[in-house]
């Protein structure tokens, strides 16, 4: 072989790479130029929480905040995936309020069992015969110094006792991403070592003419911790609408039509004595719900103005 022919025959082996590049260039400038054309929007663009979850009132209806508001560590955060979260506990002011009370004072009195009775007999009469602000007053006052542990063993003691009046509730924001919805309860409590016993996907009344279906699941314990059953029970605020479906969730973001794209979960829990009758924590849910959701709305973005402003 020449030296000339080797020139020739190298640049004859490069045509079919240069003509796949040549290839691939135009099929992404058709498809860049066929996107603005007709546009679609492939990626996402994010639009911002108009309020943060954290600037939610304690008292909201007749449920109040006992917990305080604290920070994930940053690998939970990490996995987490947003920093726009918050993790509340409630309780029904009227209903477990002077429950609340009787159980901080048998915790902190060293009297005896007959004094202890006699002062709760005595906090659970001055309680009923309060306005409602006053029990507010009271509950808060109650717990003012108490730190995250002490508030968690008070939670956990009154959903022990009575599995209604006392619920959990998570909030999380994400936004400019198109994905697989995750951590949600299916998927986490289930790495957490517990199993669901049952699955319902609910309409759940909240008065007033309103309505939205949730997903509800019971869990017990498989770890042989002997850990309480729980109730959960979730759904997701999406581009302006609620869905309670993973796959709606997706199925939304994915709509290549629409240039903006945000997705809020919100989940509620609540301890039951049987994963089997979950009938107390759904209605503590409900009303839980039916108050706070006015407020929690008001920190998802106006789906209407984000879509006719841009």
Same mark, same amino acid.
């Given at each position: 072989?020449?030296?000339?022919?080797?020139?020739?025959?190298?640049?004859?082996?490069?045509?079919?790479?240069?003509?796949?590049?040549?290839?691939?260039?135009?099929?992404?400038?058709?498809?860049?130029?066929?996107?603005?054309?007709?546009?679609?929007?492939?990626?996402?663009?994010?639009?911002?929480?108009?309020?943060?979850?954290?600037?939610?009132?304690?008292?909201?209806?007749?449920? !109040? #905040? *006992?917990? &305080? %508001? $604290?920070?994930?560590?940053?690998?939970?955060?990490?996995?987490?995936?947003?920093?726009?979260?918050?993790?509340?506990?409630?309780?029904?002011?009227?209903?477990?309020?002077?429950?609340?009370?009787?159980?901080?004072?048998?915790?902190?009195?060293?009297?005896?069992?007959?004094?202890?009775?006699?002062?709760?007999?005595?906090?659970?009469?001055?309680?009923?015969?309060?306005?409602?602000?006053?029990?507010?007053?009271?509950?808060?006052?109650?717990?003012?110094?108490?730190?995250?542990?002490?508030?968690?063993?008070?939670?956990?003691? !009154? #959903? *022990?006792? &009575? %599995? $209604?009046?006392?619920?959990?509730?998570?909030?999380?924001?994400?936004?400019?991403?198109?994905?697989?919805?995750?951590?949600?309860?299916?998927?986490?409590?289930?790495?957490?070592?517990?199993?669901?016993?049952?699955?319902?996907?609910?309409?759940?009344?909240?008065?007033?003419?309103?309505?939205?279906?949730?997903?509800?699941?019971?869990?017990?314990?498989?770890?042989?911790?002997?850990?309480?059953?729980?109730?959960?029970?979730?759904?997701?605020?999406?581009?302006?609408?609620?869905?309670?479906?993973?796959?709606?969730?997706?199925?939304?973001?994915?709509?290549?039509?629409?240039?903006?794209?945000?997705?809020?979960?919100?989940?509620?829990?609540?301890?039951?004595?049987?994963?089997?009758?979950?009938?107390?924590?759904?209605?503590?849910?409900?009303?839980?719900?039916?108050?706070?959701?006015?407020?929690?709305?008001?920190?998802?973005?106006?789906?209407?103005?984000?879509?006719?402003?841009?």
């Amino acid at each position: 072989m020449t030296q000339t022919q080797k020139p020739i025959r190298a640049i004859w082996s490069r045509i079919p790479f240069v003509a796949v590049v040549v290839v691939l260039a135009a099929a992404a400038t058709a498809l860049n130029v066929t996107s603005w054309s007709k546009g679609l929007h492939f990626k996402k663009e994010p639009v911002p929480q108009p309020r943060d979850f954290h600037d939610l009132p304690a008292l909201m209806g007749t449920w !109040l #905040q *006992i917990s &305080q %508001d $604290s920070k994930l560590d940053p690998q939970t955060e990490e996995i987490l995936n947003t920093h726009q979260y918050v993790y509340r506990d409630f309780i029904e002011v009227n209903q477990r309020g002077a429950d609340l009370l009787v159980m901080l004072n048998e915790a902190n009195s060293t009297s005896s069992t007959a004094d202890v009775a006699s002062s709760d007999a005595q906090i659970r009469q001055k309680f009923q015969a309060a306005s409602f602000a006053d029990r507010v007053a009271m509950i808060q006052s109650a717990i003012a110094d108490k730190t995250p542990a002490e508030r968690g063993a008070v939670i956990q003691g !009154l #959903q *022990i006792q &009575q %599995d $209604s009046g006392v619920v959990q509730m998570g909030l999380t924001y994400y936004t400019g991403m198109v994905d697989t919805v995750a951590h949600i309860p299916d998927r986490c409590y289930i790495a957490d070592g517990y199993e669901p016993n049952s699955y319902d996907v609910p309409t759940w009344d909240l008065g007033n003419g309103q309505s939205l279906k949730v997903r509800l699941i019971a869990f017990d314990d498989v770890t042989g911790s002997n850990r309480v059953p729980k109730c959960v029970a979730y759904l997701f605020h999406v581009n302006g609408h609620y869905e309670s479906d993973p796959l709606g969730v997706r199925q939304t973001l994915e709509s290549l039509t629409q240039k903006y794209g945000y997705y809020a979960k919100i989940e509620l829990m609540s301890l039951v004595h049987t994963s089997s009758n979950t009938d107390g924590a759904q209605k503590s849910m409900i009303s839980f719900l039916a108050a706070a959701k006015p407020q929690i709305e008001t920190c998802f973005p106006d789906w209407e103005k984000v879509t006719h402003s841009n």
